[in-house]
T-cell receptor, first 117, second 112 residues
Framework: GAVVSQHPSWVICKSGTSVKIECRSL??????MFWYRQFPKQSLMLMAT?????????EQGVEKDKFLINHASLTLSTLTVTSAHPEDSSFYIC?????????????FGDGTRLSIL | EDKVVQSPLSLVVHEGDTVTLNCSYE??????LLWYKQEKKAPTFLFML????IEKKSGRLSSILDKKELFSILNITATQTGDSAVYLC????????????FGTGTLLAVQP
């Protein structure tokens, strides 16, 4: 069964709205979670690494103030797209791994399809 | 700059055919190579490879890694329509956060 849960799966909202996406590890603790973005027919691009209890690490070109990440507990990370605009429409996916530094793969949530009108 | 390159970009086969998907990489501080299958939602894990020459197998799927030549292949035998998907190759970098670098994927279409 799923080991990473992501919610909501689909969001449609007006331009200027802020949207929060949740990513939960279901039966394990994840000190690190990852947020990806995927445009149609393209691969996954890492946006940021979410670290429990500390600031997220953003990839080059990703706006920290635009994509707010909070990792307040060992099982939950949130991504908030602030003042979303149509160009932010995309498929957002989170992932987590059971233990850092071990031979465990990252498992992905089902993704959130965000459509900004 | 780190990169992961997959080929072919797309492939159309008939049920029963065998396919081989390729993944080459240039990544500093290599830790592992992973294969995922992506249908309509998020990727689902297939294989994780860390050592050269050791084949991993799951049913009709198998994969192997060559760390000297910096590539991996994913084989699917006796393909079925349910194998139709995008197959993603990703390389995990070692370090504090173990980031994944994804290839562009191979779109496989299996026709009945």
């Amino acid at each position: 069964g799923a080991v990473v849960s992501q919610h909501p799966s689909w969001v449609i909202c007006k331009s200027g709205t802020s949207v929060k996406i949740e990513c939960r590890s279901l039966d394990f603790q994840a000190t690190t979670m990852f947020w990806y973005r995927q445009f149609p027919k393209q691969s996954l691009m890492l946006m940021a690494t979410s670290n429990e209890g500390s600031k997220a690490t953003y990839e080059q070109g990703v706006e920290k103030d635009k994509f707010l990440i909070n990792h307040a507990s060992l099982t939950l990370s949130t991504l908030t797209v602030t003042s979303a605009h149509p160009e932010d429409s995309s498929f957002y996916i989170c992932s987590a791994r059971r233990q850092t530094y071990s031979n465990q793969p990252q498992h992905f949530g089902d993704g959130t399809r965000l459509s900004i009108l | 700059e780190d990169k992961v390159v997959q080929s072919p970009l797309s492939l159309v086969v008939h049920e029963g055919d065998t396919v081989t998907l390729n993944c080459s990489y240039e990544v500093t501080n290599f830790r592992s190579l992973l294969w995922y299958k992506q249908e309509k939602k998020a990727p689902t894990f297939l294989f994780m490879l860390t050592s050269s020459g050791i084949e991993k197998k799951s049913g009709r799927l198998s994969s192997i890694l060559d760390k000297k030549e910096l590539f991996s292949i994913l084989n699917i035998t006796a393909t079925q329509t349910g194998d139709s998907a995008v197959y993603l190759c990703a390389v995990e970098r070692g370090g504090a956060t173990n980031k994944l670098i994804f290839g562009t994927g191979t779109l496989l279409a299996v026709q009945p």
